[in-house]
Every structure is written in C-alpha cells, then in structure tokens.
C-alpha cells in the first residue's frame, strides 16, 4: 500500500475497541453516574473542587476507549458529537452507508458548506475562497506527489511494490469517496475554524490578515515548497516499499550519543529524511503535513487556541494577574507555525518560551517568530500604534531540551501547550513529559494538550486508524489505547474541556 495513503488514512481515521483494565481518572460524581453506570468505583477523595478520584474496572472493552473515558470526564464542545457520528456506518445498512457517504453526496457537502460561507456576507466569503485556495495547493502537491513516486518506483527503482493503484491518479491512489471524503473534512474544519472567528473566540489568523504580501504565498516559495514535498515523498515512499530496518534510523542513531538524544528519538518517523534532526526535514515538514492534510493542519491546530484565549481574558477581567505579563511554554515547538498563531493572539508583552530537541527545527522556530514580529511590528506601524517600536515585542525564549526532563523551576508557567508529541513517545515517557508539564505549571494555570485522535474518538474510522504505525511509528499503536488523562490527575489537574476538529483533538487540564 502506498505509503501516503497509510499515512493519510491512518490519521484520517480514529480508534476501534479499547482494552479492559483498571483505569484511574478523575470524575465528577454526577459525570459517574450517567455517562459510565458500568463502572465500579473503589474508592473515592473529595478535593476542593469536589472531583473525585475513582480507581474504574470497565466492564466492557467497547467502553474502556481513551475517546469515550474522556467524553465522561470532560466538558465537551459539540464538536465532540458531530465528529464522533460523522459519517458513522451501520453494519446492518452497509450498502445504504456505500451510497450515503458516496463521493457524490460529499460533494453535495462541499457545495453546501460554501452557500453558508456566501451567506455569511464579506468576511466570510474572503475566509473560504482563501481556505480553498490553501486546499487546492496542497492537493495539487498530493497529486504530483503521488504520480512522482509511482513514476520513481517504476523507473527508477524498478520495483512493483508501489503499483497496486489500479491505474489511479487521486491523491495517495485514494478512491474518490474517500479524497472527497478528506477534502469535506477540510472545509468542514474551516467552518467550526470560521465560527470560533466569528464569535470572537479568537481573531483572524495572523497570516490572512497580509496574505498578499505573506511569504508563503509568493510563487516563488510555492515552486520552492512543491518541489521539496515531491523530492521528500519520493524519498519518504521509497523507503516506506523498501522495509529496510537501516531506514527507519538517522544518522545520529550512534552508541556514542544516546544521552544527548534517547533512543526513542533516534527514529526516522514517517520515513521522512533524517527524521528531526537535519534543515532539510524542517524545511519541508509545514508543507509535507499540511498536504497529507490537504491544508486543514492549521484549522485544526486552532482548536489549541480557546481554552487559551479564554483563560487569558479571564485573568485580566479578575484581576488575577497583578500587572504580570502572561508566561506561556510550549513543548515540543516544533518549527513554531503554531508559536506565532498563539502569539498573535495574545498580548504583546507575554513571555513566550517555547522548548524542541531538534536544533534543526529550533532555527526554524526562531526565523518563523522573527517574521511574525517583523510582520506584526509592520501591523501596529500602519495602525499608529507605538508598540511596534517598544520593548514589548520580544522574541520567544527557544530553548533545546527533553520534554520529559524541563529546565525550568517548578511553577514557572501560567499556560504550558503541548501539540503533536505523545503519539510519538513510548508510554513511559509520555507519564513522564505528564508530570514535568504539571510540575513547571503554576496554581490555577492551564494545561492544553493537542494531538490526534484516539480509539473511540471517530467510530467510524476504528479500523483504520491503526494503520499509521506502518509509517515508523513504532508507539502510535500503544498511543491510541492510552488514557492520556491518567498522568495529569495523578499529578493534581483537573480535566477541563475537549475539542475534535477532524483528526485532531484538544483536551484542557487546570491546577
């Protein structure tokens, strides 16, 4: 199977049946009784929030899944519903469900989507016909993507092992219910995008307010981007067919260095080239995954932002922060896209630091926060605003280090957001990462984990959703079974609020 379609699959489709074991997670009482009356609970804390900590044995493994633990524990956004019954089959109507969800009917969507865009009057229509254009750039990408690998492996390589397409030309040689089906995901993220906006949950992302004059959108950096996501698939799907152990190591993966770098680093995760660790992969990662995404990575991404734009606002309308700028850390910062979402949003006086292992995609992270503040500091020139010329506007603390192992004091940060890391760690280290984060948060500060969705999230998608860890992801597996909420509650959080936006999910934690 290509290796493009495993990836984009495995990720566009979510758990199945979890595991039945005794699992610890803080509950409210009432949350107990109506949402898991199959639970046995073994002893019960009253704590000043009066959340109990109850010791559960599921009585059913079609009840003990990370999605549906949550759903209990959790204050969930509608979201949560609509994408957990999106497109949700029925065994005993199977040839209805094949034409419900044909790629007829997810045009038919599509089309609808863009009506309620229209009727939504300028704003809304300057959103969607920017959103489309993004989508349509990065399934162009999948497409040629996709044709240069067939191409490579025919020959270039010689090899067979990539032609089981049956002559399609879809992106990743989907079926067109399918990519259609990806593509409806996609504007279905840029409408619940688009409502947070418009209800002014959060404001208009930083980079459409100078999309003409943005970088990323020059054509020559369209040329640029392109050309070094079909270089990277080519080489990605190659080693994907070879199934060479060689290939799924770096060139750092040396006995000589295992303290520096653990040993579960030393991986080429999804096959890319060098893994984390050259200019070269985090040059292309923005493009690489936003195109297996078809440009719906930042939407939902942005799903991290409202319990954070929420808490900040609190804070200055009670008075809780005594004239203290906001401290806000963020693990695993990767190339810092999202850094410069989350501080555009914020005020301009917050302390940002932001913590990689990867020094490659730190320099990355640090060119990416000078151009937000160049563009920015350009932003309050023309509005007249002298803050652009003050010390106000600073550049984020980047720092390498372990995410397991923080250099920082405990009760450091007020906000600690952490995106796309713990399907990427063994379980062992995400309990670890659990407790540094909870130990460098202050008292009543906010924790927002983001990163995919688990089994029981998109019941739907169960059976495919594991398919991801043939994409060297050799812990995504244990990921989508594990109770991501267990290690914060041992360490005193209490569970918030939870976002799904396709693929991705967001879960909120207080101290």
């Given at each position: 199977m290509n290796i493009l379609l495993?990836?984009?699959?495995?990720?566009?489709?979510?758990?199945?049946?979890?595991?039945?074991?005794?699992?610890?997670?803080?509950?409210k009482v009432g949350a107990v009784a109506t949402k898991l009356d199959s639970a046995v609970t073994d002893e019960q804390t009253t704590t000043d929030e009066q959340t109990t900590v109850v010791s559960t044995s599921l009585a059913s493994s079609s009840i003990a899944t990370p999605g549906l633990i949550e759903n209990a524990i959790f204050e969930c956004h509608p979201s949560v519903e609509f994408w957990r019954n999106f497109q949700q089959t029925s065994s005993a109507n199977s040839n209805d469900n094949a034409m419900t969800f044909s790629a007829t009917n997810n045009l038919r969507e599509m089309a609808e989507i863009a009506s309620r865009f229209a009727a939504k009057g300028p704003d809304g229509w300057n959103y969607w016909i920017r959103h489309v254009g993004r989508s349509g750039y990065f399934l162009t990408n999948a497409l040629l993507g996709t044709l240069a690998s067939g191409l490579?492996?025919?020959?270039?390589?010689?090899?067979?092992?990539?032609?089981?397409?049956?002559?399609?030309?879809?992106?990743f040689n989907l079926d067109s219910a399918v990519t259609t089906r990806l593509l409806l995901e996609a504007f279905l993220c840029y409408e619940q995008d688009y409502a947070c906006i418009a209800d002014g949950i959060y404001n208009t992302p930083w980079d459409m307010k100078s999309l003409l004059t943005h970088r990323q959108s020059s054509p020559i950096n369209m040329v640029t981007q392109t050309t070094r996501f079909v270089n990277e698939a080519i080489a990605a799907l190659a080693r994907r067919n070879r199934q060479n152990e060689d290939d799924k190591k770096i060139w750092l993966s040396d006995e000589a260095s295992p303290k520096l770098y653990p040993e579960y680093y030393q991986n080429a995760f999804h096959y890319q080239t060098d893994g984390w660790m050259s200019r070269r992969s985090a040059d292309v990662y923005e493009t690489s995954t936003e195109t297996l995404f078809l440009g719906r990575q930042d939407a939902m991404q942005r799903a991290t932002l409202p319990p954070i734009t929420s808490f900040a606002k609190n804070r200055k309308v009670n008075r809780q922060d005594g004239g203290r700028p906001l401290?806000?850390?963020?693990?695993?910062?990767?190339?810092?896209?999202?850094?410069?979402?989350?501080?555009d949003q914020?005020?301009?006086?917050?302390?940002?630091?932001?913590?990689?292992?990867?020094?490659?995609?730190?320099?990355?992270?640090?060119?990416?926060?000078?151009?937000?503040?160049?563009?920015?500091?350009?932003?309050?020139?023309?509005?007249?605003?002298?803050?652009?010329?003050?010390?106000?506007?600073?550049?984020?603390?980047?720092?390498?280090?372990?995410?397991?192992?923080?250099?920082?004091?405990?009760?450091?940060?007020?906000?600690v957001v952490c995106i796309y890391l713990y399907h990427e760690l063994p379980r062992?280290?995400?309990?670890?990462?659990s407790a540094e984060i909870s130990r460098v948060l202050k008292k009543?500060?906010?924790?927002?984990?983001?990163?995919?969705?688990?089994r029981g999230d998109r019941p739907s998608l169960d059976d495919k959703i594991g398919n991801f860890g043939d994409m060297n992801e050799p812990y995504y597996v244990d990921y989508l079974s594990d109770d991501l909420s267990v290690p914060f509650v041992k360490e005193g959080l209490r569970p918030g609020g939870k976002i799904v936006r396709s693929t991705t999910k967001s879960l909120s934690f207080t101290k």
């Open positions: 495993v990836f984009c699959i495995a990720l566009a489709a979510c758990p199945t049946n979890g595991l039945v074991a005794p699992l610890r997670f803080a509950v490579h492996e025919r020959y270039v390589s010689n090899s067979n092992a990539n032609n089981d397409d049956d002559g399609r030309i879809l992106p401290k806000v850390l963020e693990v695993a910062c990767g190339t810092g896209r999202f850094m410069t979402f989350l501080r914020l005020d301009l006086n917050t302390e940002y630091t932001a913590v990689d292992l990867s020094p490659f995609y730190l320099e990355a992270a640090r060119d990416n926060d000078a151009y937000w503040r160049k563009t920015r500091q350009e932003t309050e020139e023309r509005l007249g605003n002298t803050v652009g010329n003050s010390e106000e506007l600073k550049p984020a603390r980047l720092i390498q280090a372990q995410a397991e192992d923080l250099p920082f004091d405990d009760e450091s940060f007020d906000v062992e280290v995400r309990a670890k990462v009543d500060g906010l924790v927002v984990l983001t990163d995919s969705i688990q």
